[in-house]
């Protein structure tokens, strides 16, 4: 208790003293942190360290792990069969070809032909998906001017301050959907005949479900879409809640690049390899204006989904990376072995005298 | 105290302060004259309640430091908030993010400003509170004023008036500045401990006026009114101007009367005084000065890092914008389905300028998640739970004080890594100002058996050293079995030495048990119980204890309890002495005007006999004659002058019969000095009646005589009878170190660190220390730089400054030419050379040769020079800078330091209250700085980095994706993703990584202090690594955002046929970063406690567990994500997979790279971290310490630098006589 550090050399003498002992001990030692091993940084850990062992073992691991799903992947993308089928130039007339967006603003029949050969068998059900290029989707004018309040509910009919300037018909009544994106709604459509049998194409279920049930209402009815002055794409049946209207939920999912496909429809049948499709398709959209490719593409899928080599490729490369890895590590493991927590590597023994 | 005995002392009160011998004050001068600006100050004397009107009212005396109250809490606090770069950006940008051109809503950007802020705010909000509290602690103590009527009572401090009367009780801290008017002793005086003012711990005299010293009851201030004229506040504690005007008579005050506020009052029973200075305008509260604040080295590169970032930021806002602007004006009027332009001119094909202009604000606010908004909190609460650690490190709480290590501020704790010179104050920090009693010498007789501190620790050292035996000494001294070589006996002799020493050791840990007696820890029976009587040279004994006994000012304080008395000496060490002599028997217990009384065990031990001698003249101790004596008749009639001083000087006086053991006394004294013992010679003279006599005439004229000269020939006359003198011995006397300063010094020096004491103690204490400490040691060249004042020359000044100059410009010459590596300097300065050499035109030269030199030591220095010093060595050397004190004195010192350490545990606050880290003892800095600073530091820095890393790789991903917007400005992730990714996501590993990491465990710290270096050589936070974890950004933006990109570009994403739109490939997107940036900060730890892996892993299941709730709330508030996880998402095998590659290819490289780092070229805490793995410390124990021997910094200081030089120069020995021998013993060797 006496303590060392009084400042004078006066021995104390009885007052100090009697201070000294009439603190109470517990006061003192209140100030004593406790002991536990989580404030004196003590806790059990592990404390893993990167030896050769470790490293070459993990870098095997990933070799072991990522070959296999690169092969599989690469299978799986080869089974999927797809028809891709570019056509904004071939269905414009020869004629109109110098002016292809006069003709596609012109009104008056726009019907095409076109003729698709199966070169491999393709397995129901077949994807049927329209790709645009060079369409902005994504961009944050476009993706902004949409009323989701007003899509799910008929209340919200007026929440429309997102939509300019597709809000309101030049009489200053709602329109229903509003916005760029419904506005914009894809217009082109075809349809399949397989040796002149129609090819019935299924456009239910194209959308996400919980978008049909919860975003698009069931009661929500367009109205005054697409009356005004200037069309910008499909027009829409009236009398068709917009939780059944599938092309438009599609639409309304903007995509991420400016590169696309949407789902437009099913063909439930099988189709055989040989088998010559012919579509007839009516070319309404104007991609013209921004040199946008149109393409309409039959697509199967895998578990993996469409036609992708480049996530086996990718596994491929990386699971192979690793294995170059690992061996480059083996050699120095066994070339120029170091021993490990041999002290000669310390800087001390190193450089001495290089402090 | 009983009030008899206060009578008592009252009695003879004059001897207490040598009235009798010293020269009073000069009473003759007038009252001031003064007026004008500066001395407006008017107190009306007991009349208090005249100053509560103006002008009279003055400063209340409450005293407040805190930063704010209640109503400027807000505007202050806020205001401090955005006085960062990065909160003011924020701060426009969530006032931006208001207006449509923000990319996302508003909340996404002011949720987690708020967040931030206040939290920061609530810490401010904390700890002003405590500083609040600490302020009401003072302000409600209780002080005895007078309240009318002669009738005192308590009241609070704060509501002390100007003009109060107060009454302040023993060891009392007095409330304010007060004018004393009278104490319990008769004739006024009182003593006072100025401790928390100037840091000194000796006691000071303060006098009041003859004319008050009436007042000394309650009653007495019934009536009384007086008029004080003084100066104004001002900051000067040492001087005071002002008269006290009562009774119509006018008294000059000076700073004699004068009591301030915070220092306490000792040894008087109670004083009254007048409040002249209250709260603010007290002297103490006017030298506070605001400590600044300061800011971490990390913290000042962390900004520059910010500001790249920013450029960075600008940079691709730029981009982006123009990009956008080009857009705008050549395809957007293409792309009909925007139907361009809009009516805010955001999409203006006509006016691409203006709309580019726009975007730049949506892109500098877009791109904001570059500068890592949570970057400032987080380190703010990573420094605050690193605070906690130190506070309850219970390795740094001293048991004895009961005080904890307290990181008072915590933004420096990484700081404590990079610390390249430590500044120390030596009172109080290195040393305890205890003096202990340990040897002496007499007659040539070396007595005394226990080591010092520092012997204890060298021997220590020097044992662990030789246990495994060195190889190269091993080389000389173990051929030993087979020959009987003539150097063969010096090993051995070395092995005994040590034995010894092993054996001094064990002596010391028991006696450490037995209740100590303070200040004396002298052990050897040959002097103890009254044994000296059968010693030859019996009479130099016991002339020895009589000069011990006799020879000092000191006053006798009977201790009622144990009937034992203590001393109220003048220094440390002269008390030191009393009590020696009372342990050998010789107890000074009584002092009246002319004797002095001591009780002799002697002739007999058990029977005490009380003598009288009677003192005659005094001669007094001044630090110009480094010596004192006092004449004295003893019982027999005899004349005696005992005599007690500097060796050197005494020497020079001795008579040539006086010499007969100089040559042992002086061996001795080189001993003790080595050691660290503060030492003094002792010797006596017989004068014979005449001689005595005429003498006295001389020396009564002298004190008597009138004019300045009074002291020249006052020293004049003393000379003359100091001569002829007989050397009786010498005295060692401990200046106690605190405990385990050497081993701390030692450990410090090891890991690399430079220890500069400043010290204000005189030049040979300062050594004496610097021994004690191994800062000096033995064939260590002393360069000592001082001004021998030239009065005779010109320009006395310019004359010294030459001079200075000179000595050292030799003393660089001469160290560029020193040869030997082993060569180590000191450099010794003291205060009034320091004011030379500290000038602008001389200070880089004295730098760079304190630079050179081992140790440095600055005595007799100011306050104001400590802080001088500080910054230069701070500024000079652009090194990290430590300074650790412990009295007021150090306050300068501390603030102007980079780290400011406070000694606790001892009264004085002030040094404490400045510092930024206190601890109770010094050693504990050993532990601050190896354990805690490196850990910080490393954690600090690491985490900063992974800062950068994680944000560059977010914020990166939202620049690419925007190019292949049209630059339009859009997210790929929905805005509640980007709130949660710095606030949740990222957060909480980053701050587990900054609390818990740790390299090496604490013990191999402490191991292998040369770790240590990591932080002063900045290797974790060198540019090289701040880019690479950049780079690393880079790489993990580029690999998420394509790989994601081009696996999701056009085909179905799952086998139900749907194209991922935008919401699916942002989630997939921010899924791969969550995880890469959590694997990435997993690698980079290498310490996991379950904290660490539940907060990484439970951050991954934590997107995942919001990804799922987000989706599951109904799509007003989900929007895209609606359900998005598990309609979508979960089911297809693409998402993980996806997840999978990318989290591997991003850590891919950093893997790889720590991988063939260690591989190739490992650094020692990674060889050390293996070494623990493997267990090979336990398996190959002689590696181990090897390898720890090894890992101490090259230092020259220290005592294991010690015990290295003198194994050198053992060595050196030994070669010599090898070398002689010839060819045999080579082939002996080999």
């Known amino acids: 208790m006496n303590s060392n550090n009084t400042p004078s050399s006066s021995a104390g003498g009885p007052g100090s003293a009697a201070a000294d002992s009439t603190a109470p001990p517990t006061t003192r030692n209140s100030k004593r942190p406790k002991y536990s091993r989580f404030t004196q940084q003590e806790l059990p850990a592990c404390k893993p360290i990167l030896t050769p062992k470790w490293v070459i073992s993990a870098f095997m691991l990933v070799t072991v792990i990522f070959i296999p799903i690169g092969v599989a992947s690469l299978f799986a993308s080869h089974d999927v069969v797809e028809i891709i089928d570019r056509y904004e130039t071939d269905c414009i007339p020869e004629d109109s070809r110098k002016d292809k967006i006069a003709y596609i603003q012109s009104s008056g029949d726009k019907t095409c032909n076109r003729i698709l050969n199966v070169t491999k068998h393709m397995k129901h059900p077949i994807y049927v998906y329209y790709q645009l290029d060079n369409y902005y989707q994504n961009h944050r004018r476009y993706v902004k001017s949409r009323s989701d309040q007003q899509l799910r509910d008929r209340d919200s009919e007026n929440d429309t301050s997102a939509c300019k300037p597709e809000d309101k018909t030049a009489n200053g009544s709602t329109i229903v959907p509003c916005g760029l994106i419904a506005w914009s709604l894809f217009n082109d459509s075809y349809s399949f005949s397989r040796n002149n049998q129609n090819l019935s194409v299924n456009k239910h279920g194209i959308s996400w479900k919980s978008d049909r049930d919860h975003k698009f209402g069931k009661d929500v009815f367009p109205k005054n879409f697409q009356s005004g002055g200037l069309i910008g794409g499909k027009h829409l049946n009236e009398s068709i809640p917009l939780s059944e209207q599938e092309d438009l939920i599609v639409w309304m999912r903007t995509a991420a690049l400016p590169t696309f496909r949407k789902l437009y429809g099913k063909i439930e049948v099988d189709l055989v390899a040989g088998d010559v499709i012919n579509v007839t398709l009516q070319n309404n959209y104007n991609t013209y204006s921004f040199n946008g490719k149109k393409k309409l593409v039959l697509s199967t899928t895998s578990w993996l989904g469409g036609k992708n080599d480049f996530l086996g490729i990718a596994y491929l490369t990386v699971g192979g990376l690793c294995f170059f890895l690992a061996m480059v590590f083996t050699i120095i493991y066994l070339v120029k072995p170091r021993r490990l927590g041999d002290p000669s590597y310390l800087s001390w023994n190193r450089n001495p005298g290089g402090h | 105290m009983a009030r008899g005995r206060i009578r008592a002392k009252l009695r003879r009160s004059n001897l207490y302060t040598f009235a009798c011998l010293r020269p009073t004050t000069q009473e003759t001068e007038g009252p001031h004259q003064f007026q004008g600006p500066g001395y407006s100050r008017m107190v009306y004397c007991n009349q208090p309640h005249v100053h509560e009107k103006k002008p009279l009212r003055y400063r209340s005396n409450y005293i407040s430091t805190t930063k704010y109250n209640i109503v400027t809490f807000l505007p202050k606090a806020i205001f401090e908030q955005f006085r960062r770069v990065a909160n003011l950006y924020f701060l426009l940008a969530a006032i931006l993010s208001l207006t449509p051109v923000a990319p996302f809503s508003a909340v996404s950007m002011i949720a987690p400003l708020a967040f931030v802020v206040g939290l920061s705010m609530a810490k401010e909000a904390l700890e002003d509170w405590r500083r609040f509290m600490q302020d009401m602690k003072v302000n409600l103590r209780k002080t005895s004023v007078h309240k009318g009527d002669g009738v005192f009572g308590y009241r609070s401090w704060r509501k002390l008036r100007v003009g109060d009367i107060v009454k302040v009780e023993k060891d009392k801290f007095f409330p304010a500045d007060i004018l004393l008017l009278s104490s319990s002793y008769e004739d006024g005086i009182c003593y006072v401990e100025t401790m928390n003012l100037d840091g000194e711990t000796n006691l000071k005299v303060k006098r009041a006026l003859e004319a008050t010293l009436a007042f000394d009851e309650d009653l007495s201030f019934k009536d009384f009114t007086a008029t004080i004229r003084c100066e104004d506040p001002n900051p000067n504690l040492y001087t005071f101007v002002g008269n006290l005007e009562?009774?119509?008579?006018?008294?000059?005050?000076?700073?004699?009367?004068?009591?301030?506020?915070?220092?306490?009052?000792?040894?008087?029973?109670?004083?009254?005084?007048?409040?002249?200075?209250?709260?603010?305008?007290?002297?103490?509260?006017?030298?506070?000065?605001?400590?600044?604040?300061?800011?971490?080295?990390?913290?000042?590169?962390?900004?520059?890092?910010?500001?790249?970032?920013?450029?960075?930021?600008?940079?691709?806002?730029?981009?982006?914008?123009?990009?956008?602007a080009i857009k705008v004006k050549y395809q957007l009027p293409n792309w009909w389905y925007l139907q361009a332009p809009d009516s805010q001119n955001f999409y203006n094909p006509l006016r691409p300028e203006l709309s580019g202009t726009f975007h730049l604000v949506t892109a500098l606010i877009l791109y904001g998640y570059l500068i890592p908004i949570s970057l400032y909190v987080s380190i703010e609460v990573v420094k605050v739970l690193q605070a906690l650690f130190i506070n309850k490190d219970i390795n740094m709480y001293d048991e004895e004080t009961g005080t904890p290590a307290q990181a008072r501020t915590s933004n420096l704790n990484e700081e404590l890594g990079q610390v390249d010179t430590i500044l120390s104050d030596k009172t109080g920090t290195l040393t305890c100002n205890q003096m202990d009693f340990l040897k002496c010498s007499i007659a040539g007789t070396s007595y005394g058996k226990k080591a010092s501190d520092v012997e204890v620790a060298a021997a220590k050292q020097m044992a662990m050293d030789l246990e495994g035996p060195d190889p190269e000494l091993a080389n000389v001294v173990t051929p030993k079995n087979h020959t009987t070589l003539p150097w063969e006996t010096n090993g051995q002799e070395l092995r005994a030495s040590e034995i010894e020493l092993e054996a001094v050791i064990t002596s010391k840990d028991e006696t450490d048990r037995k209740p100590a007696i303070k200040g004396f820890s002298f052990e050897d029976d040959h002097l103890m119980d009254g044994n000296w009587l059968k010693e030859p040279n019996t009479d130099f004994i016991l002339l020895f204890f009589r000069i011990l006994s006799l020879c000092h000012t000191?006053?006798?304080e009977l201790n009622e309890e144990t009937g034992t008395f203590t001393y109220e000496a003048e220094s440390p060490d002269e008390g030191a002495f009393l009590v020696a002599a009372r342990e050998f028997g010789f107890e000074f217990c009584k002092r009246?005007?002319?004797?002095?009384?001591?009780?002799?065990?002697?002739?007999s031990f058990d029977k005490p006999v009380e003598r009288e001698f009677k003192v005659l003249n005094l001669l007094d101790f001044t630090s110009k004659r480094k010596r004192m004596s006092v004449i004295l008749r003893d019982e027999n009639g005899h004349i005696l002058l005992l005599c007690k001083g500097a060796d050197s000087i005494i020497f020079d006086r001795l008579s040539k019969n006086g010499k007969m053991f100089i040559e042992s006394t002086t061996k001795h004294l080189n001993e003790y000095g080595e050691v660290g013992l503060r030492t003094l010679a002792l010797a006596y003279r017989k004068l014979d009646e005449a001689e005595y006599t005429a003498w006295n005439e001389e020396f009564c004229k002298a004190k008597t005589s009138i004019g300045g000269d009074r002291e020249g020939m006052l020293e004049r006359v003393s000379d003359m009878m100091e001569r002829e003198l007989i050397l009786v011995g010498a005295t060692a006397v401990e200046d106690k170190l605190q405990k385990g300063v050497p081993q701390c010094i030692d450990k410090l020096a090891q890991a690399g660190l430079k220890l500069w004491v400043l010290t204000g103690d005189k030049m040979e204490t300062a050594i004496n220390i610097g021994f004690a400490c191994s800062l000096l040691r033995q064939g260590m060249k002393q360069i000592c730089i001082a001004a021998n004042a030239d009065s005779l020359a010109q320009d006395p000044k310019k004359a010294v400054k030459d001079s200075i100059s000179m000595q050292i410009a030799n003393a660089s010459q001469m160290i560029k030419l020193e040869k030997d590596p082993h060569a180590a300097f000191a450099l010794i300065i003291d205060g009034k050379s320091l004011t030379y050499a500290l000038e602008d035109d001389m200070k880089y030269q004295f730098l760079n040769l304190a630079v050179d030199c081992a140790s440095v030591i600055c005595c007799r220095v100011s306050p104001k020079q400590k802080a001088l010093v500080t910054r230069l060595v701070k500024e000079g050397t652009g090194k990290t800078t430590l300074a650790i004190g412990d009295g007021a004195n150090d306050v300068g010192m501390i603030q102007e330091a980079d780290i400011g350490v406070g000694i606790s545990g001892v009264e004085g606050m002030q040094a404490v209250m400045a510092s930024d880290f206190s601890i109770a003892q010094f050693r504990f800095l050993e532990r601050l700085l190896v354990i805690h600073g490196h850990w910080c530091y490393k954690r600090i820095a690491q985490m900063i980095c992974y800062f950068f890393y994680k944000n560059i790789a977010f914020g990166l991903t939202l620049f690419y994706f925007e190019a292949f917007t049209g630059f339009s400005g859009q997210s790929v992730y929905d805005d509640w993703y980007m709130i949660l990714f710095n606030v949740v996501l990222t957060s909480l590993p980053v701050i587990s990584l900054g609390v818990f990491e740790q390299d090496v465990?604490?013990?191999?710290?402490?191991?292998?202090?040369?770790?240590?270096?990591?932080?002063?050589?900045?290797?974790?936070?060198?540019?090289?690594?701040?880019?690479?974890?950049?780079?690393?950004?880079?790489?993990?933006?580029?690999?998420?955002?394509?790989?994601?990109?081009?696996?999701?570009?056009?085909?179905?994403?799952?086998?139900?046929?749907?194209?991922?739109?935008?919401?699916?490939?942002?989630?997939?997107?921010?899924?791969c970063i969550i995880w890469a940036v959590n694997c990435q900060i997993a690698l980079t730890m290498s310490h996991f406690t379950w904290i660490q892996h539940f907060l990484v892993w439970g951050s991954v299941v934590t997107w995942y567990v919001f990804l799922f709730i987000y989706g599951e709330m109904s799509p007003v508030f989900s929007g895209n994500a609606y359900k998005i996880l598990v309609e979508a998402l979960a089911p297809a095998p693409i998402y993980w997979s996806t997840t999978l590659i990318v989290t591997v290819a991003c850590n891919l490289p950093y893997l790889t790279h720590i991988a063939f780092q260690r591989c190739f070229n490992p650094m020692d805490h990674h060889v050390i971290q293996e070494i623990k793995y493997y267990g090979k410390d336990v398996e190959d124990r002689h590696m181990w310490r090897r390898e720890r021997s090894k890992a101490r910094q090259k230092t020259k200081i220290g005592f294991t630098a010690r015990v290295d030089a003198r194994i050198r120069q053992l060595k050196g020995k030994l070669q010599k006589k090898y070398s002689t021998l010839g060819g045999r013993s080579t082939l002996a060797s080999s």
Not at chain 2, 258 to 267: C, T, W
Not at chain 2, 592 to 603: G, K, L, M, W
Request: charged share 15%; hydrophobic share 40%; proline share 4%.
């Open chain 2, 592 to 603: 009246t005007q002319s004797s002095v009384f001591v009780r002799e065990r002697y002739p």
């Open chain 2, 246 to 324: 009562y009774d119509r008579q006018v008294y000059p005050l000076d700073p004699s009367q004068i009591l301030l506020r915070d220092s306490k009052l000792r040894n008087t029973a109670y004083v009254y005084g007048v409040v002249i200075f209250t709260g603010h305008d007290s002297k103490v509260m006017q030298n506070a000065t605001k400590s600044p604040s300061k800011r971490s080295k990390i913290e000042k590169q962390m900004d520059k890092i910010i500001y790249i970032l920013f450029t960075l930021l600008v940079l691709i806002s730029l981009i982006s914008s123009i990009g956008f």
């Open chain 2, 1001 to 1071: 465990s604490s013990e191999v710290c402490l191991q292998f202090p040369a770790l240590y270096q990591q932080g002063p050589k900045n290797l974790f936070f060198d540019w090289y690594r701040i880019f690479g974890w950049m780079g690393n950004g880079l790489y993990t933006s580029l690999i998420i955002f394509f790989l994601n990109v081009i696996i999701f570009y056009d085909q179905a994403f799952r086998a139900g046929g749907q194209t991922a739109d935008m919401s699916a490939v942002g989630t997939t997107m921010f899924t």
């Open chain 2, 554 to 556: 000191a006053i006798p």
